[in-house]
T-cell receptor
Framework: DQQVKQNSPSLSVQEGRISILNCDYT??????FLWYKKYPAEGPTFLIS?????DKNEDGRFTVFLNKSAKHLSLHIVPSQPGDSAVYFC???????????FGTGTRLTIIP | EAGVVQSPRYKIIEKKQPVAFWCNPI?????LYWYRQNLGQGPELLIR????????DSQLPKDRFSAERLKGVDSTLKIQPAELGDSAVYLC???????????????FGPGTRLLVL
């Protein structure tokens, strides 16, 4: 049972435009959400997070939006840069479980 | 500052053989995690240590997997015997934070890619 889903395995975006990566979850007990970025042959690195008490969190070019009623979160990158090309994982935690549940990842390619 | 170090980076073995992975966390990091990432999937936690104590090993298949973190620093993850389905990337991560939800301060190593033939 995949509790965190990233339905788009890949996404291509023109440099300078907005990249929008989506993530859906099924467990209503999740209350903390994170995005990780992963380059080839490297481990994931933390990018940005959001608590369920908020619906938006911004850090520079990265903004995460949370829609609790829809059990949906999205990561916006604007403007997109070639260095943003990577695999992006969303992850969730909550319900007294200290474990992170990861999605399957979306490969983002920024086209120069 | 050196990151999380893992070795080997790649390992190819035949099924039923044993295999071991080694992790050296970032200096001073008390919490250490082992994850398994299957092809096309996100990482899944196998075990979490706080110092030398395994505080969450509920996802570790204990019939064939074992882990240890002697002296609360380096850690090894062992599989014996390996099965075809164990082919995956094994990631080690560490954090200076003892809180269970120390996600933002969790640093991952590059992983060990295991192929079982």
């Amino acid at each position: 049972d995949q509790q965190v889903k990233q339905n788009s395995p890949s996404l291509s975006v023109q440099e300078g435009r907005i990249s929008i990566l989506n993530c859906d979850y099924t467990n209503s007990m999740f209350d903390y959400f994170l995005w990780y970025k992963k380059y080839p042959a490297e481990g994931p690195t933390f990018l940005i997070s959001i608590s369920s008490i908020k619906d938006k969190n911004e850090d520079g070019r990265f903004t995460v939006f949370l829609n609790k009623s829809a059990k949906h979160l999205s990561l916006h990158i604007v403007p997109s840069q070639p260095g943003d090309s990577a695999v992006y994982f969303c992850a969730a935690s909550g319900g007294g479980n200290e474990k992170l549940t990861f999605g399957t990842g979306t490969r983002l390619t920024i086209i120069p | 500052e050196a990151g999380v170090v893992q070795s080997p980076r790649y390992k190819i073995i035949e099924k039923k053989q044993p295999v071991a992975f080694w992790c050296n966390p970032i200096s001073g990091h008390n919490t250490l995690y082992w994850y398994r990432q299957n092809l096309g999937q996100g990482p899944e936690l196998l075990i979490r240590y706080e110092n030398e104590e395994a505080v969450d090993d509920s996802q570790l298949p204990k019939d064939r997997f074992s882990a240890e973190r002697l002296k609360g620093v380096d850690s090894t993850l062992k599989i014996q015997p390996a099965e075809l389905g164990d082919s995956a990337v094994y990631l080690c991560a560490s954090s200076p934070d003892r809180r269970g939800r120390a996600w933002e301060t969790q640093y991952f190593g590059p992983g060990t890619r295991l192929l079982v033939l």
